[in-house]
């Protein structure tokens, strides 16, 4: 096991990405709020490059007792990556496709120390 170094926390905004290599292995490393979530960048669907995706929130319509729909609301708490090959969706938290929650993203732990964070490998 080894520790991959990602960047001092101060350089990564809110919602910002890091892709680091090693090797073949590519990470993408996300910030939300003070958390830092990392994950393979390979799409389990067909092989993209999925955290190099637009990041938003997750889209939800809003429908009445009647079943009409009446437009979309973005969900602040649920942010996703968004493959950009393919369109699939991973929540950046659990790494899970909100509709198939057994298709997943592979993740790695991350730590941060003294300011610096960190991928474990």
Do not use: W
């Given at each position: 096991?080894?520790?991959?170094?990602?960047?001092?926390?101060?350089?990564?905004?809110?919602r910002?990405?890091?892709?680091?290599?090693?090797g073949a292995l590519e990470i993408g490393v996300f910030r939300l709020g003070d958390e830092f979530f990392a994950w393979e960048n390979i799409c389990p669907h067909?092989?993209?490059?999925?955290?190099?995706?637009?990041?938003?929130?997750?889209?939800?319509e809003v429908l009445d007792s009647e079943k009409r729909s009446h437009?979309?609301?973005?969900v602040e708490q649920d942010v996703h990556i968004v493959c950009p090959w393919h369109g699939?969706?991973?929540?950046?938290?659990?790494?899970?496709?909100?509709g198939e929650p057994k298709t997943q993203l592979?993740?790695?732990?991350?730590?941060?120390?003294d300011g610096a964070?960190?991928?474990i490998i």
């Open positions: 096991m080894s520790e991959l170094f990602v960047a001092k926390a101060e350089e990564l905004a809110d910002e990405r890091r892709i680091v290599v090693e067909a092989g993209g490059p999925v955290c190099q995706g637009r990041i938003m929130n997750r889209v939800n437009g979309y609301e973005f699939y969706e991973f929540n950046i938290r659990s790494g899970a496709h909100p592979r993740g790695f732990t991350v730590a941060v120390r964070v960190y991928v």
